[in-house]
């Protein structure tokens, strides 16, 4: 009776049969060798004479794959060997953990699915999903107790639980291993930040650090801004000085400066050399103020534009910071000593003609509110409370424009309370 | 250098938590009873054997929170990582089943103590449960460690008691150090006793787990390490109490055998209302604390070794198994001391026995799990540790199986 399906606890310690259908031994592992084919399983690893020699079968030296056996057409085989390209399912995957890039979650492999395809006359195994619940557990309770037919019949009654080797991740903290094993982190560049920092919470330092070393700077600091400032600590700790300096730039001034004050003082400085001048300046001068202040609080990522400015002008101050468009949704008006004269709308500006001064947009009622750089946190608090803010301007001792703390800022420190 | 002491001092208070609560929980419904009944009976004589026992606590907890902050992984993710599933779900099995056992004995300490006071079972064995239950699914894991860390601080109640029963200070400080052996099958049992429960299973379980929790890596190691030791201590610090307490009102008003830890406490009734209550207070802490850890830890080590969601930062849907086994654990640890005339005393003599099968095997893959290179890097265990490792673990394999055989003795004429 042919199957279509095996799963990797069936394949194990099935008997593989030379040309004469004589037992040379039993299966030990499956091995995938990615940078030659991503989901056909290359070789398997065979014990043989009583366990002592391993020997390795190519995939294109078997025959036929059933559950009460492997036939081989070919047994030349060669003795075991290491190989750096090789991914061996026993060793390497079973029972750790992977990324379900699907599901978003880190899930410990308990079993793993094959299909028997017929190619050119003779059986190979794909990778088809990887079992996790469970009807894996059973599977992997009863193997080798209970013959493999009765246990597929008991397991029809549990539902099965997989995720599709597509959607895997495998998690390898080398980063040339990684490369020889074609691992990629394009299912990970891909996830929400948010969702991407949920799972690097899951796993353990050396795999969050190797992680966040891996993927995508840009997204790599948008992940890491969604972590605990701890946490955010320990990892840009562990990475070389360089590479914490290029994740920093990325992340917003605040919170790189958020990060950087939980380093130690001689590592934080060591970062700070390797970031470019104009970043560095903004962290720099962030760094200076208390956490608790309105001055730790805020960020520099505003744009200012001076009263006599024309809405065009202030318009094109709009498109020179594109970076910035999809968060602010306020322009502040400044005198000629960069002193905080008052705060509009975005809005107004696209409802106004570009010929008109900025400084008539501002109506009589308009109040601008704002905070001294040393004021509490406390007292940032009540402001964004009583006045129902999304944006709040700071100022230094002398009324000029330092910076602005968002919603953002304030709903990360009522969440960390 | 003032801000470097400031900052190690700061880190020693971000990692305090897992150490101290493993350590104190271990002073447990179960323990104060053994501590009583060996001051109650033999006085100070046993109080030597508190020092090794600090030791061979701070040795096998160490090794876990090592691993914990090394690898960032529980003991039982690294148990299925390297040891496969089967070996997991039968050393999981062991864990729920003697953890039930210990959830009822501290069920049956809540009740008894309370008992004390006239309120009936049936009133605080419910209320208990149903706080236990709520503590821990509605709340995060910070919240639940500082409850837990206050209810570490209820311990001193121990030490007060301790010097309202004005015992002999002369002879406690002479027995603390010198060592006494008589062949007396009594006292080798209490030896064998005192020893063998001073490091249980899911202590290894859940300290590691609550080490990898709460964040700590190796960089703040050696903070969580001093915090290790100074939990074990503490813990010895109450025994000692515990023991002096009995000796000084107990035992020097005639040595006699006590029926379980509430007796203890009544002894102390002619020392005082306070010295009484003290102790009865100290008793219901202790068991309702227990009895909030132990199904909380087994639910965790169950649900990662056989990788299910876990966490009580998950709600109910994300981790159903998580919370099921929680649940099932609390109300049958309680439900059972509410059913009239049920064999509470055989069932824990026979958590003993499932005990002793299941310690040699933690301790065991711990310790090659910590000379694992691949896992701890340098981290791994020198020679001269793994030397002191292995021994501690010897004898304590040798004691436990000595307290199967005397539980299954008991067991037998029971």
Redesign the interface.
Known sequence: MAEEILYLTELLGLKVYDLRRRPLGRVRDAVLVPRLHPVRVDRYLVAGGGGYTWLYVRHDQVAEITLEGIWLRDELLVPYHADEYALRLVRDVLDQQIIDAQGRKVVRVTDITFEIRREGGHDVLHVLEVDIGMRAVLRRLLQGWVPRRWIRRLQQRIPPNSIRWELCNIVEPDPQRRLRLNISMDLLEQMHPADLADIVEELSPEDREAIIEAIDTEVAAEALSELDPEMQAQIIESLDAGKAADILEEMAPDEAADVLGELEEERSEEILEEMESAPKAEVEELLEYDENTAGGLMNTEFIAVHEDATVADAIDALRQRQDLVDTINMVFLTDTDDRLRAALPVGRLFLARPSTKVAELVREDDEVISVRTGEPAERVLELFDKYNLLTLPVVDEEGRLAGVITADDIISVLRSR | MLRRLR?HIALFFAVIGPGFITAMVDNDAGGIFTYSQAGAKYGYLPLWTLAPITLLLVVTQEMCARMGAV???GLSDLI??EF???TT?FVMMLLVLTNLANVMANFAGVASSLELFGVSRYVTVPLAAAGVWLLVVKGTYERVEKVFLAASSVYVCYIISGFMVKPDWTQAAIYSVRPVLMLEPGYLTMLVGMVGTSVAPWMQFYLQAAVVEK?I???EYAESRLEVIVGCIAMTVIAFFIIVACAGAIHDAGPRDIRDATDAALGLKPFGQYAFLLFAIGLFNASLFAACILPLSTAYSVCEG??F?SGVNKGFREAPVFYWLFTLLIGVGGGVILIPGFPLVKMILLSQVINGALLPLVLIYMILLVNKERLMKKWKNTRFYNAVGWTSVVILIGLTVALVILSVRDLMAA
């Open positions: 900052r690898t960032g992984k299925r990582e496969g599933l089967r779900f964040g890596t190796a960089r056989l990788g969601e």
